[in-house]
C-alpha cells in the first residue's frame, strides 16, 4: 500500500493542492473494480450530446418519425453485437444488460412517448429522444431497487446510444478518447463523470489503464462490466474538481483510491503491486498445463465453450481437453442462406486445424426458439421456446441434418471430434438421430468418402425431464453435456432472455441443485460421462457444489477459465461434498449463494478480489 503520511485524502470533495503546486495528492472514492494500474489521466466528458434543435413543419413528421425508426433499428442491431461479445468474453450474467436495453428500445410506450413529441411539438428526433429520456428517467428515478438493475442508467445509455446514430457517429465518444489518447502506446486513466454500460464496453482494453467516475455505484452495470473485463476502477470521486495537468495517476481499485502526482517510490510500489496482481492472475491462468488437480490429487477436466474462433488462441486450449462446446449455430447466422456442405466442411477442417490435438465438440444446430435464423421459415409458434428448436427442427428437417452431419463426418479425418445433439427430450428423439448418422455413414461408406468411424456422439441434457433421466440417456449417448442455462430457464420456467423475469433466473435455486444432483447421479449410474456446459460451470460458487456432486468435467467460456482452476487447485473432494451436503440442505437461492462464497473465500482466500459479487 501506498504511504499516506503527508497527503491530502478525501471523499468526492476538491483535493487540497489541486489549485496549487503538484503535490502528491490522495483521493479517496469507492472501490468498484479490483486491480492497480498506473497511466495518464484522460478527462471525458460526454454528459451532453449536441442536440440539434430543428423546428419541423407538419409535412417533415412522418420523415422525422422514419428517421427515429431506422435509428432504433440500428441501436437494437449494436446493443445485439454489444450483448454478444460481452457474452463471449465474460458471461451471460454480464451481457444480459444489453438484452434489458433492447428491451427498452422495443417498449411500445416509449416509442410512443419518442414519436408524440416530434408530432406533438414538430420537434426533430433528437430533441424528441433528450426529452422523453429526461422526462421517463425522472419517472423511473428510485425504480432499480434490484442489485442488478439501474433502470434510469440503461435508460440514459439508450438515449445516448440513440443521438449518437442520429448525429451519424455511432461510436462512443468514451472509445474515441481513449482511443486517441492511447495511440501512442499511453496506458490511460479515463477521467469521466458517468460511464455507461455501452461505454464500458466498447473501450479498448489495449490502451485502458483504469476508469475513475463521479458517480456509478458498485452494482452499477458499468462497473460490473468493468470487473469482468478485468479493468480496475473507482468511482464517488469528485473528478471536476481534479487537476487535468501532471503526469501518471495510480489507481487502486481494490482500496478505492486514486493518487494523482506520485512519488517515485509511489510509482515504484504501485509497480510492484499491480505486477503482483498480475502474476496472481497469470499464475491462475498458468495453471493449465495439464488436467487440474483438486488440492488432494483427483483430476478435473477442463474445456472452453466457444461459437467461433475469432475470440479464442490456440494457446488457450494448452493442456485442455479441447472445445466442450462448439456452438455451430453461429456459423448459420449473420448470412443470407444455409451454408453448403463445401462450406461447412472446410469450416469445420478449419477449427480441427486450430487446435492441434485438441479435441472440439461440435454441437449440432441449434436454432429456433431465441435463435431464430432469418432465411429459415419456421411457422409462428405460440411458444417458441417450448417450440421447434435444437434437435426438433433437424430431425423435421432432416435435409439440414444430414448436410451438417455429413460435413462433420467428411471433416472427422482432420483432427478429434465428438458430435453433441442439442435439446434432447426422449432417449427416442436420441436413437433415431443416431440411426440418420447411422444411414449418412454407411452411405459414405458405400461411396468410399472417408470418415472417423468411431466420431462420439452425445445428448445435450437441458431439458429438465431428460435431466431427471440421464441414466436412460446415458445408456444411449456416447457421453452427455449438461446445459444449465437451458435447464435453469425450463425448470424455473423463466425465460432466460427476459429482463423482465431475469431476477427469477437463479441457477443455484434449490429445485435446480436438486436437479442437477439427479443428473450427476444418473450419469454416474449408466456409466456415461457428463461434463457441464452452461454458465454453472464458469461460476466459481457453483463449481464448488458441482465438484461435490460428482461433476468431474466442465466446459466454460474462455474467461472464467483461471479463477475456476484457481479454485480447483485449492479444494479436495472432501471439502466439496462437505459444501454440497450443506448446501443441498439450504432452503434459499440467497443463502445458497452466501453460504457457496463463504467457502469459496475460505478455501480460496487467493481468488477474494477476483470474484465477481456474490
Ligand atoms: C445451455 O443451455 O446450458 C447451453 C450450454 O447451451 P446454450 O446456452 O447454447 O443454449
Ligand atoms: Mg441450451
Not at 103 to 115: E, G, V
Not at 270 to 287: D, G, P
Amino acid at each position: 500500500m501506498a504511504d499516506e503520511r503527508g497527503t491530502t485524502a478525501r471523499t468526492g470533495s476538491p483535493p487540497a493542492g489541486s489549485a496549487g503546486g503538484p503535490g502528491r495528492i490522495v483521493v479517496k472514492g469507492l472501490p468498484v473494480a479490483p486491480g492497480l494500474a498506473v497511466g495518464t489521466p484522460v478527462f471525458h466528458d460526454e454528459a451532453d450530446i449536441d442536440v440539434p434543435v430543428i423546428a419541423l413543419s407538419a409535412e417533415d413528421v412522418r420523415g422525422e418519425q422514419r428517421r427515429l425508426a431506422t435509428a432504433i433499428r440500428m441501436a437494437k442491431k449494436q446493443l445485439q453485437e454489444v450483448e454478444h461479445s460481452i457474452e463471449r468474453e465474460v458471461g451471460r450474467r454480464d451481457a444480459r444488460i444489453f438484452s434489458v436495453q433492447g428491451l427498452l428500445l422495443d417498449d411500445p410506450a416509449f416509442r410512443k412517448a419518442i414519436r408524440e413529441r416530434i408530432a406533438a411539438q414538430l420537434v426533430n428526433a433528437e430533441v424528441a429522444v433528450r426529452d422523453a429520456v429526461l422526462s421517463w428517467s425522472a419517472r423511473l428515478a428510485g425504480v432499480g431497487t434490484e442489485a442488478d438493475r439501474d433502470p434510469v442508467a440503461d435508460l440514459r445509455d439508450v438515449g445516448r446510444l440513440l443521438l449518437r446514430i442520429l448525429a451519424g457517429r455511432p461510436r462512443p465518444a468514451a472509445a474515441r478518447a481513449v482511443e486517441e489518447a492511447g495511440a501512442d502506446g499511453t496506458k490511460v486513466v479515463l477521467v469521466t463523470r458517468e460511464l455507461l454500460p455501452s461505454d464500458t464496453a466498447t473501450l479498448d482494453r489495449r490502451r485502458l489503464a483504469a476508469i475513475v467516475t463521479a458517480s456509478g455505484g458498485v452494482a452499477s452495470h458499468a462497473a460490473i462490466l468493468a470487473r469482468g473485463l478485468g479493468i480496475p476502477a473507482v468511482t464517488d470521486v469528485d473528478v471536476s474538481s481534479l487537476p487535468a495537468a501532471g503526469g501518471a495517476w495510480i489507481v487502486d481499485g481494490g482500496e478505492g483510491r486514486v493518487i494523482l502526482n506520485p512519488k517515485p517510490e509511489d510509482l515504484e510500489q504501485a509497480v510492484h503491486q499491480s505486477r503482483h496482481y498480475q502474476t496472481i492472475r497469470e499464475e491462475l491462468a498458468s495453471r493449465s498445463s495439464g488436467l487440474v488437480r483438486t488440492k488432494d490429487g483427483v483430476a478435473i477436466e477442463l474445456m472452453l465453450n466457444v461459437e467461433n474462433f475469432d475470440s479464442v488462441h490456440p494457446e488457450m486450449l494448452d493442456g485442455l481437453r479441447g472445445v466442450g462446446l462448439f456452438r455451430t449455430e453461429f456459423l448459420f447466422m449473420d448470412r443470407k442462406t444455409f451454408p453448403s456442405e463445401q462450406e461447412q466442411f472446410e469450416y469445420y477442417v478449419e477449427a480441427l486445424g486450430q487446435v492441434g490435438d485438441a479435441e472440439i465438440t461440435f454441437r449440432t444446430i441449434d436454432v429456433g426458439g431465441d435463435k431464430p435464423l432469418s432465411y429459415l421459415q419456421v411457422p409462428a409458434e405460440p411458444n417458441p421456446v417450448l417450440g421447434w428448436r435444437g434437435l426438433r427442427l433437424s430431425l423435421q428437417w432432416p435435409d439440414m441434418f444430414y448436410t451438417q452431419i455429413r460435413a462433420l463426418l467428411r471433416a472427422s479425418v482432420h483432427g478429434r471430434m465428438r458430435i453433441l445433439l442439442p435439446m434432447v427430450t426422449m432417449v427416442e428423439e436420441f436413437r433415431r438421430a443416431r440411426t440418420m448418422i447411422a444411414q449418412i455413414q454407411s452411405d459414405m461408406e458405400a461411396r468410399e468418402v472417408p470418415f472417423d468411424k468411431d466420431v462420439p456422439v452425445g445428448a445435450m441434457v437441458e431439458v429438465p425431464a431428460a435431466a431427471l433421466a440421464t441414466r436412460d440417456l446415458g445408456e444411449s449417448a456416447d457421453f452427455l453435456s449438461l446445459g444449465t442455462n437451458d435447464l435453469s430457464q425450463y425448470a424455473l420456467a423463466v425465460d432466460r432472455n427476459n429482463a423482465r423475469v431475469a431476477s427469477l433466473y437463479q441457477p443455484l435455486h434449490p429445485g435446480m441443485l436438486q436437479l442437477v444432483k439427479l443428473a450427476a447421479e444418473g450419469a454416474h449410474q449408466s456409466d456415461a460421462h457428463l461434463s457441464v456446459c452452461g454458465e454453472m460451470a464458469g461460476d466459481p460458487d457453483a463449481v464448488l457444489l458441482l465438484l461435490g456432486l460428482g461433476v468431474r468435467s466442465l466446459s466454460m467460456s474462455p474467461y472464467h477459465l483461471p479463477l475456476v482452476r484457481g479454485l480447483l487447485s485449492a479444494v479436495t473432494l472432501d471439502d466439496a461434498r462437505a459444501v454440497a451436503a450443506e448446501v443441498l440442505a439450504l432452503h434459499s437461492t440467497t443463502e445458497i449463494r452466501s453460504v457457496l462464497r463463504g467457502h469459496v473465500l475460505r478455501l480460496a482466500p487467493e481468488l477474494g478480489t477476483l470474484l465477481p459479487p456474490a
